[in-house]
């Protein structure tokens, strides 16, 4: 998913200022294993990662 689906799926405006927060977040998770980017601005979960904290 790019980011303006991610904010749109967690239902925030797909405006700017949202957009680039989410974006943030999920580079944050990516840093963490938790999401994958397939390339700038696209996420997906990891494989095989299961819940937990």
Not at 16 to 34: Q, T
């Amino acid at each position: 998913m790019d980011c303006r689906q991610l904010a749109v799926a967690l239902g925030l405006e797909a405006v700017p200022a949202k957009v680039e927060g989410v974006r943030s977040k999920a580079k944050r998770l990516v840093a963490r294993g938790w999401l994958a980017e397939e390339r700038p601005g696209a996420f997906s979960p990891v494989a095989g990662r299961v819940g937990g904290s």
